[in-house]
């Protein structure tokens, strides 16, 4: 039961948004996000617990729509350094690991 | 110090050879994972150990078994590899969820198998 991602790609100029959207067909009870640059370890971001706890960086932002099992990422004015694979995981079934979506890359150039 | 760290970090192997991975974590969290990042960058779970006890298994082969001589490591042994097995291996840890994924989860820096 992998998370959908969408979109796939965004290529984006230093200044823009970005929106990054994950969606489960089951019920969530969190939802996390990850970072991953080219050739590195993937890297936490936020994760957003029912309820509407948040954990994670201050400037990233994200939602979390429980009744639609939905999550979005916002990232705003986007910097070089945003560059990387974007992934969202949400709990296996027994709730003992992260099933990742495939991902979204997003380019950020100047 | 580094928080999760895996050895070798570049592994080129023939096909029907036994290999090994190493990872250990200076965090004391009480559950590790594998993963595994196939060309197309989707990362699957292999395993996960929680408290030196398996507590999933993927639908991966039986030519794969993690070894956790203790909680701060989660080895992984790899039998008659085959071309299909190249991808990067990551080991993670997390703190003990209770059941839940509500805290974050460290990634070693990954182990590239290449199997020719």
């Known amino acids: 039961q992998q998370p959908v991602q969408s979109p796939q790609a965004v290529i984006l100029r230093e200044g823009e948004d970005a929106v990054i959207n994950c969606s489960s067909s089951?019920?969530?009870?969190?939802v996390h996000w990850y970072r991953q640059k080219h050739g590195e370890a993937p890297v936490f971001l936020m994760i957003l617990l029912k309820g509407g706890e948040q954990k994670g960086h201050e400037k990233i932002s994200a939602s979390f729509n429980e009744k639609k099992q939905q999550s979005s990422l916002y990232l705003t004015a986007s910097q070089l350094s945003y560059s990387g694979t974007y992934f969202c995981g949400t709990e296996n079934q027994a709730g003992t690991a992260l099933i990742f979506g495939k991902g979204t890359t997003l380019s950020v150039s100047s | 110090d580094t928080a999760v760290s895996q050895t070798p970090k570049y592994l080129v192997t023939q096909m029907g050879n036994d290999k090994s991975i190493k990872c250990e974590q200076n965090l004391g969290h009480d559950t590790m994972y594998w993963y595994k990042q196939d060309s197309k960058k989707f990362l699957k779970i292999m395993f996960s150990y929680n408290n030196k006890e398996l507590i999933i298994n993927e639908t991966v082969p039986n030519r794969f078994s993690p070894k956790s001589p203790d909680k701060a490591h989660l080895n992984l042994h790899i039998n008659s590899l085959e071309l299909g097995d190249s991808a990067v291996y990551f080991c993670?840890?997390?703190?003990?969820?209770?059941?839940?994924?509500?805290?974050?989860?460290?990634f070693g820096q990954g182990t590239r198998l290449t199997v020719v």
């Open positions: 089951k019920a969530l009870y969190s």
């Open positions: 993670a840890s997390s703190q003990d969820f209770r059941g839940r994924m509500n805290t974050e989860a460290f």
